[in-house]
């Protein structure tokens, strides 16, 4: 089945296991589905004197990209999901190797690391493994003050596919999970660790009403709020705060050179006083005479 035209569909959460062949299988089938853009995932538990690695190659991971049925290639990014009960492990978030990954995300195994994540954490994604009963109770405060933030909560759907017993809990859990947030800043994932799991978006839009989305918001779990989550981890990775970022003037593309040359003419007055020691034209013989004769 091929994707309704104009839609752009994500799948963020593609685990890396096994083989090239494996992965590259995977890749192969959301292609033809009609997705657009894949996060391979890499999932670490975090203990005591964890220290994390820097983002394989893609190369490493698989073979090739698939072309999707829009005939464009596959567009493949990477995500870190770090799994913790213990907040005080979490400043590995912050290390030089997280930074080498596109996407940022933390699966809390206690209501602390929740909490911390909420509040705190400058990530992306709070994935929730709502295939078991969730060791702590999520509060709205806490939800709320994350979505202020800018965070987005992740469901994945392979584990409902996978066992009857995970699939009461995702139901469960997910309709609770969309209750409290009325459906906002929530994306639907994969989490297919066969390709069996994989579904077209058309069938995970329809697991959405399921789950309790609203029909205007079925679809944009797939698309826009994907499309979000990538934003805000540009915005976390290349800006202070999210408000201020640097670019070299020789990186822009040619339709945004004009910025580079209104830097350049504002820059110009500063270096003058820098030479001259004061603002105005330089003291050439000129304008010297022309001084001389005011005065």
Not at 11 to 31: C, S, T
Not at 50 to 66: H, Q
Not at 135 to 158: N, T
Not at 285 to 290: C, W
Request: net charge positive; aromatic share 6%.
């Amino acid at each position: 089945p091929m994707a309704r035209k104009g839609s752009c569909f994500s799948d963020l959460n593609i685990p890396i296991e096994g083989d090239k062949k494996f992965v590259g299988r995977i890749l192969q089938r959301l292609a033809e589905f009609g997705y657009e853009r894949a996060a391979l995932n890499e999932d670490i538990s975090l203990v005591k004197k964890t220290s994390l690695r820097a983002a394989r190659e893609l190369s490493e991971v698989v073979d090739g990209i698939p072309v999707s049925t829009k005939r464009r290639t596959l567009s493949v990014i990477r995500r870190l999901t770090v799994l913790a009960e213990d907040p005080s492990l979490l400043h590995v978030l912050g290390s030089p190797p997280a930074e080498t990954y596109d996407l940022l995300a933390v699966r809390p195994g206690s209501e602390k690391v929740f909490q911390h994540a909420c509040s705190t954490l400058n990530i992306d994604i709070i994935s929730l493994d709502l295939s078991q009963r969730i060791p702590f109770y999520m509060k709205y405060p806490q939800v709320s003050q994350a979505m202020e933030r800018g965070l987005h909560f992740e469901i994945c759907y392979g584990p409902a596919i996978r066992d009857a017993t995970a699939r009461r809990n995702v139901i469960a859990n997910a309709q609770e999970l969309v209750k409290m947030t009325k459906g906002k800043n929530i994306i639907l994932s994969s989490e297919a660790h066969s390709d069996f799991e994989l579904r077209p978006p058309e069938d995970v839009s329809n697991l959405c009403h399921l789950f309790g989305f609203k029909n205007e918001q079925c679809k944009g779990t797939l698309s826009t709020v994907c499309r979000s989550i990538l934003m805000h981890a540009v915005m976390r990775r290349e800006t202070a705060k999210g408000v201020v970022g640097c670019v070299r003037i020789d990186s822009l593309l040619s339709c945004d050179k004009w910025q580079g040359v209104s830097v350049e003419q504002d820059r110009a007055p500063d270096e003058q006083v820098e030479k001259t020691g004061k603002r105005g034209l330089p003291d050439t013989p000129e304008h010297k005479s022309k001084k001389m004769k005011c005065s």
